[in-house]
C-alpha cells in the first residue's frame, strides 16, 4: 500500500492564543491523501475549510498535531523549507483567481518559476505550453483585465502548473463563475488528475462538485466527517 502524500494526526487550529478570546477553529483533525487523489473537503462558510486549506497548503502551521507533507514534518521544517515546499510542491488556485493586474497571462503564469530561479527561456517556453494545454494560448498577451472570469481561472490553473507541483490545492475555484463555465474549470481538473496523475484537494461548498471526485469529507465545525455520514474522519494513531 502505498503512502499518504499528506498525513494529518490529531490537528488543532488556535487563534489568540493564552487570551480571554483564545479560539479554538480545528479541533483534533484526522486526514490522508494518497498520491493522484481527488478528493473534495466539503462544507459550509466558517465551517473552517479555509483554516485547514492554509495548513494544508503550509501557508500556516497547527497549534497542535503531526503534518507529515511528502515525508516532510512540516511542525518541523523552518520557515524557508515550508516555502520551498510552497513553491514547488503545491499549486494554488484560488476563487478570485489572484492574477496580477496589469501583468499578461503569460508573465502571471511565469511568477512562481522566477521565484523558483528558472531561466528566463525556459520560463517563458513552459508559460507557452501551459496556457496551450488550458486552452489560452491566444491570449497569452492579454491582462487580467481583458480575460472573462473563466480565462481568469483558466490562466490561475496554468499558473498553479508551473513548477509541475505534485499537488493542487483548489479554493472554491468555481465560486466565481457561472455554471457553464465552472463546468469547463471542473473538466480541466479531472484532466489533470486523470493525464497527469496530479494530487487535487477541491475546497468546496458544492456537494454535486464534491460528489464527482473519487472521494469528499464534510466539515462541519471544525471537525471532518466521512462523506456525508456523521462518522469522524480518526485513523486512531498519530
Known amino acids: 500500500m502505498s503512502t499518504p ?19 479554538e477553529i480545528l479541533h483534533g483533525i484526522d486526514l490522508d491523501v494518497m498520491p ?34 511528502d515525508g516532510v514534518d512540516v511542525s ?6 515550508l516555502s520551498a515546499i510552497r513553491n514547488k510542491s ?18 502571471n503564469v511565469e511568477l512562481p518559476m522566477m521565484y523558483a530561479g528558472v531561466p528566463a527561456g525556459k520560463r517563458a517556453q513552459r508559460a ?15 491582462q487580467p483585465n481583458e ?5 481568469k481561472q483558466r490562466v490561475a490553473i496554468a499558473r498553479a502548473m508551473a513548477n509541475d507541483p505534485a499537488i493542487i490545492l483548489a479554493d472554491e475555484p468555481t465560486g466565481a463563475l457561472d455554471s457553464k463555465t465552472g463546468r469547463l474549470v471542473m473538466d480541466l481538473f479531472h484532466r489533470l488528475n486523470r493525464e497527469q496523475g496530479k ?3 477541491l475546497i468546496t461548498h458544492n456537494q454535486e462538485l ?13 471537525r471532518l466527517y466521512v462523506g456525508d455520514t456523521g462518522e469522524e474522519v480518526r485513523y486512531g494513531t498519530r
Do not use: C, W
Request: aromatic share 8%; proline share 3%; net charge positive.
Open 128 to 142: 507557452r505550453e501551459l496556457l496551450a494545454m488550458v486552452d489560452m494560448a491566444d491570449r497569452m498577451n492579454h
Open 36 to 69: 493522484g487523489e481527488f478528493l473534495s473537503i466539503v462544507g459550509p462558510s466558517g465551517s473552517g475549510k479555509s483554516t485547514l486549506m492554509n495548513l494544508i497548503g503550509v501557508l500556516d502551521r497547527p497549534t497542535e498535531g503531526s503534518y507529515i507533507l
Open 90 to 107: 503545491i499549486g494554488f488556485v484560488f476563487q478570485n483567481f489572484n492574477l496580477i493586474a496589469r501583468t499578461n497571462a503569460q508573465k
Open 199 to 201: 494530487t487535487i484537494i
Open 76 to 81: 518541523a521544517a523552518r520557515d524557508d523549507r
Open 210 to 222: 464534491a460528489r464527482e471526485t473519487d472521494r469528499y469529507v464534510t466539515m462541519r465545525d471544525g
Open 5 to 23: 502524500i499528506i498525513r494529518m494526526r490529531d490537528i488543532y487550529k488556535r487563534f489568540y492564543i493564552g487570551q480571554p478570546n483564545e479560539l
Open 147 to 151: 480575460l472573462s472570469g473563466g480565462q
